[in-house]
């Protein structure tokens, strides 16, 4: 049984790929495939959803791609699924069928962000429980286990430290935690847009999910290109809405009840975005 609004999101793909076009299926990690954990090392996809992906992923004219906040390595290491694309930190790096590359202005930034996250672990080391993870494209502060009281000091002063880097840099909110990029003029709504051109065949229907600030991006260029925007929880806006990721899970066994079996296509060789 779907969520309520569920069945409608599973028809439009359906009906999109019985009449010869191919489905793209995007989803965020953290709080959308995976729930969302203390530590990030502590979040997985549970294993009906791991089994979903993976037979969706072998349907003929079907992607599956997740696009994360995490760094492409932790990403991979994460999930250990094959046949998916994997686009990391928020759509700088990605791994795209077995083709890796990185944005080339984020590259250009590398040591921006090196000197910052020095700055940055000087900042947070007199707040218990906060921590920054260094994704070398790009940073997150976290501060999950940080007392609720020391919360604002600790933002205070995180934004006081990355002000002098603007605009090279920009910081967007997640889930109890503060993400940090380099500013190219790219984001997951960019990247999706990019990753529909790499797909063979008629344009694709896309499908994507996600549950925190920077999928926004691209749950907004997904509902511009016709495609179905699902958003988790009640932090972003979509056409669509879940209350969190068991409910993905039913969305793709919905997909798998209605979807033929086969291979996914295989794009050539990407170039870079620009």
Same mark, same amino acid.
């Given at each position: 049984m779907f969520h309520g609004g569920l069945a409608p999101a599973v028809d439009r793909c359906v009906e999109a790929y019985a009449a010869g076009r191919s489905l793209l299926l995007l989803f965020d990690y953290d709080g959308t495939l995976a729930p969302l954990r203390r530590r990030p090392d502590q979040a997985r996809i549970p294993s009906p959803t791991r089994q979903l992906l993976t037979r969706l992923a072998r349907r003929p004219r079907v992607a599956v791609g997740i696009i994360s906040g995490r760094s492409l390595d932790d990403l991979r290491r994460m999930c250990l699924l094959e046949a998916l694309v994997y686009v990391g930190t928020a759509g700088l790096e990605w791994d795209l069928f077995g083709t890796r590359g990185s944005h080339p202005q984020a590259r250009r930034l590398h040591r921006t962000m090196a000197v910052l996250n020095r700055r940055l672990a000087r900042v947070v080391a007199p707040f218990a429980g906060a921590w920054v993870e260094n994704k070398h494209l790009a940073l997150t502060v976290h501060y999950r286990e940080v007392p609720d009281e020391e919360v604002p000091s600790l933002l205070e002063r995180v934004e006081a430290a990355v002000a002098p880097y603007r605009p090279s840099v920009c910081m967007v909110p997640a889930p109890e935690a503060l993400e940090i990029y380099p500013e190219v003029g790219w984001d997951?709504?960019?990247?999706?847009?990019?990753?529909?051109?790499?797909?063979?065949?008629?344009?694709?229907?896309?499908?994507?999910?996600? !549950?925190?600030?920077? !999928?926004?991006?691209?749950?907004?260029?997904?509902?511009?290109?016709?495609?179905?925007?699902?958003?988790?929880?009640?932090?972003?806006?979509?056409?669509?809405?879940?209350?969190?990721p068991r409910a993905i899970c039913e969305l793709l066994a919905g997909l798998e009840a209605k979807l033929p079996f086969g291979s996914p296509p295989r794009p050539a060789t990407p170039g870079a975005p620009t």
């Open positions: 997951k709504g960019g990247m999706v847009r990019w990753l529909a051109e790499q797909i063979p065949g008629s344009q694709p229907l896309i499908l994507y999910a996600g !549950d925190a600030a920077n !999928d926004q991006p691209a749950l907004e260029a997904v509902e511009a290109l016709g495609g179905v925007a699902v958003a988790v929880g009640a932090q972003v806006r979509a056409s669509y809405w879940v209350p969190g």
